[in-house]
């Protein structure tokens, strides 16, 4: 029995839970929802950022999602761009610094980022950027992520995105966000689900969602649109969806 229970723990350890919001009004509250139906993807920790096209707005807290998100926390994430990620910890201690999203202030911006997976080479990568000057502040695998971007010699965001995921072994979903721009990116071998969502109001406004799961959807009547494909990168930006194969 306690096989079968440890086995089970693991599996659950395995998992945690992205949403992303582009292009409505109350993206802090919709990344909310989305989260709120990820919830059994990870109840250890969860976090959202937030843009109004200025600034980026950050609320990470322990706990279950519908605790942490209270009206008054969602009142201090305006925008209308959006991401959420709901944890139960594959690498780094379960304390608060290791909650997501990340965001970091960078050569390429400020750029907030959620990831679902665990990175084979982290602790490789790990040594090596701090060997060269890189002062990490987590102890999550999602932190190389981040490093890698701030020093990829590509000047422009989705290029250095492809480029730092280039030198990254194992599984992941990602979810970055910027000022006025939505990534979604998932890992060659699409070891970890991602996918596209829409939703129009009767008015006929459009917003685009990504998620790790389509409940998500459901939850916020939203249509399915398509899986995010193995070694894709999706940028959701006011002039539409490009769509961008980084793996070689």
Not at 160 to 174: F, P
Not at 233 to 240: A, D, E, Q, T
């Amino acid at each position: 029995m306690s096989q079968k229970l440890a086995f089970a723990d693991d599996h659950f350890h395995d998992q945690c839970g992205v949403c992303g919001v582009f292009g409505h009004p109350e993206a802090s509250n919709l990344a909310y929802l989305g989260l709120y139906a990820l919830q059994h993807r990870g109840q250890e920790s969860a976090g959202i950022v937030s843009s109004d096209g200025q600034e980026l707005y950050v609320h990470r807290a322990m706990g279950e999602v519908e605790e942490i998100f209270q009206p008054s926390v969602l009142a201090q994430l305006p925008g209308s761009l959006a991401i959420g990620h709901t944890r139960y910890s594959t690498a780094g201690d379960k304390a608060l610094l290791n909650a997501q999203p990340i965001m970091i202030d960078c050569n390429k911006g400020k750029v907030a980022l959620g990831h679902n997976g665990n990175l084979t080479n982290a602790a490789e990568w790990r040594r090596r950027l701090e060997h060269r000057g890189s002062i990490f502040q987590t102890n999550s695998d999602t932190e190389v992520i981040v490093h890698l971007i701030a020093r990829s010699q590509t000047r422009n965001l989705s290029g250095a995105i492809g480029d730092a995921l280039n030198q990254v072994e194992g599984a992941y979903s990602l979810l970055l966000l910027t000022q006025d721009e939505l990534y979604a990116v998932r890992d060659p071998r699409g070891f970890r689900p991602l996918a596209l969502g829409k939703l129009t109001t009767p008015g006929g406004f459009v917003s685009w969602l990504v998620a790790s799961e389509t409940c998500a959807f459901d939850l916020l009547n939203a249509q399915y649109i398509r899986e995010i494909e193995p070694g894709e990168m999706v940028r959701i930006s006011k002039s539409g969806i490009e769509s961008i194969h980084f793996a070689p």
